[in-house]
Antibody
C-alpha cells in the first residue's frame, strides 16, 4: 500500500536550518510528482510547490522561493524539504503529498503524516 | 493568484442532516477543483477531484458539483465520522495552486 512517512517534529532557533524528509513506499517513486503543503497553527493549507521526481526539477509557489529547497534521493525513494534562515512565522506543520495521476492532475491523493517545525528562541 | 472563497466558514449540523458547502473561485477554473477532509491532528484526505469525481474508497454520501467559478460539496446524510474541516483546492493555475479557507462542520 502507498505510504508517505515523514520525519519527526523539530524545534529550531531563528536563523537555523531544518531538513524534513518524506519516505515513499508502495509505488514507483519516480512516476509521481511530490508536493509540499504548509499549515500554520490553526490556519488553512498553503501549497508550497512540487518536485518532479523523475528529473529532480523543483517548482516553487510564490512566497516559497529563496529559503525553501526541495530535493530528492531516489535511491531511497525520499523527498526532502529544507528551510534555511528560519523565522518564527515558519512555525507550521509541513506535509508532503503525492500527485493523483503522476505529473498532470495537481490533486493530492496520498499525504504524509505531517512534520511540525517550531521556530522559537 | 486565483482566490478560493468557501462558505460558510462553519456549520453546525446533526447526524443524518444534509450539508452543503460552497466554494467560489475568483476566476473561472473549469472543473479543476478538489475537496479534502481534514480531522484534527491528521493530514487532509482527498474526497472529490475534477469537481465531481469521487476518490476511490470515499463513501457515496459525498458528492461534488459545479464548474467555472461556483462549486458545491454535499454530504447527503451526515455521519459521526464526517465532523471535520473541509477545504476546496483549485488545480487550474499551476504553479499557483490555492486552497479555500476551510469550512468546519461541527456537531449541533
Amino acid at each position: 500500500q502507498v505510504q508517505l512517512v515523514q520525519s519527526g517534529s523539530e524545534l529550531k532557533k531563528p536563523g537555523a536550518s531544518v531538513k524534513v524528509s518524506c519516505k515513499a513506499s508502495g509505488y514507483t517513486f519516480t512516476s509521481y510528482a511530490m508536493n509540499w503543503v504548509r499549515q500554520a497553527p490553526g490556519q488553512g493549507l498553503e501549497w508550497m510547490g512540487w518536485i518532479n521526481t523523475n528529473t529532480g526539477n523543483p517548482t516553487y509557489a510564490q512566497g516559497f522561493t529563496g529559503r525553501f529547497v526541495f530535493s530528492l534521493d531516489t535511491s531511497v525513494s525520499t523527498a526532502y524539504l529544507q528551510i534555511s534562515s528560519l523565522k518564527a512565522e515558519d512555525t507550521a506543520v509541513y506535509y508532503c503529498a503525492r500527485d493523483l495521476e503522476g505529473y498532470s492532475s495537481y490533486y493530492f491523493d496520498y499525504w504524509g503524516q505531517g512534520t511540525l517545525v517550531t521556530v522559537s528562541s | 493568484d486565483i482566490q478560493m472563497t468557501q462558505s460558510p466558514s462553519s456549520v453546525s449540523a446533526s447526524v443524518g442532516d444534509r450539508v452543503t458547502i460552497t466554494c467560489r473561485a475568483s476566476q473561472g477554473i473549469s472543473s479543476w477543483l478538489a475537496w479534502y477532509q481534514q480531522k484534527p491532528g491528521k493530514a487532509p484526505k482527498l474526497l472529490i477531484y475534477a469537481a465531481s469525481s469521487l476518490q476511490s474508497g470515499v463513501p457515496s454520501r459525498f458528492s461534488g458539483s459545479g464548474s467555472g467559478t461556483d462549486f458545491t460539496l454535499t454530504i447527503s446524510s451526515l455521519q459521526p465520522e464526517d465532523f471535520a474541516t473541509y477545504y476546496c483546492q483549485q488545480a487550474n493555475s499551476f504553479p499557483a495552486l490555492t486552497f479555500g479557507g476551510g469550512t468546519k462542520v461541527e456537531i449541533k
